[in-house]
């Protein structure tokens, strides 16, 4: 029987030529709360991402990750995360996403509640590739419309499995992440620059009234 962390080996395309997440990666739901109630900044044990944890370049920030005491910790061993595991947020504010890189590979990391670990066969698929492909309009308007109704929307791993996405091969997936790298860098160069501007704003105006005074 297949694991539910071990993706199929064999790749069916649908009639539109798109494949399902469960044939190019695990999809695993995070620990129930209780297992969580004793997170905070300061417990002596593993970090736990969270959601706040999250940044707008789809990376974690591990700045304030909060912890877990490390008794607690023994009961989240299917929970770890791994560098190129992409993290779905699967309730609330459902289809936000970030890859997890090189911060977990020195240590135990978990996963929160209110995630679904993605975990790729790297034979298929990039996890960048992945977490962009999912956060296009068209994928997010797909991920909305799966959601489950209820007080608060979600999404579980059993519709998440049945996704279907597109999986060209894997020099297209590269040029897409390389290109797309490019231009956040460049975006990053841009903000950088207008902050910048925004700051000389005062000094400018004064240089200028006091030309005016001279």
Not at 151 to 169: G, Q, W
């Amino acid at each position: 029987m297949r694991s539910e962390d071990t993706p199929s080996r064999t790749l069916a395309a649908d009639d539109s030529g798109r494949h399902k997440l469960s044939e190019v990666c695990s999809v695993s739901a995070g620990p129930s709360g209780g297992l969580l109630k004793r997170l905070k900044e300061d417990a002596d044990g593993p970090p736990v991402v969270t959601p706040p944890d999250f940044t707008v370049e789809q990376t974690i920030d591990t700045r304030n990750v909060r912890r877990v005491p490390e008794e607690d910790a023994k009961k989240l061993d299917k929970f770890g995360l791994k560098p190129g595991d992409v993290l779905l947020v699967r309730q609330g504010a459902v289809g936000r996403l970030a890859v997890v890189g090189d911060e977990v590979a020195n240590g135990r990391w978990y996963f929160g509640s209110s995630f679904l670990r993605l975990r790729v066969d790297r034979r298929h698929l990039l996890p960048r590739f992945l977490a962009i492909y999912l956060s296009q309009p068209a994928a997010q308007e797909e991920l909305l419309g799966a959601q489950l109704t209820g007080t608060v929307p979600s999404i579980n791993a059993a519709t998440l499995r049945e996704f279907h996405i597109d999986v060209p091969p894997m020099d297209r997936q590269q040029a897409v992440t390389d290109t797309l790298a490019d231009m956040d860098e460049a975006i990053r160069a841009q903000r950088a620059m207008a902050a910048r501007l925004e700051t000389l704003k005062p000094s400018v105006v004064a240089e200028i009234l006091a030309e005016g005074r001279a």
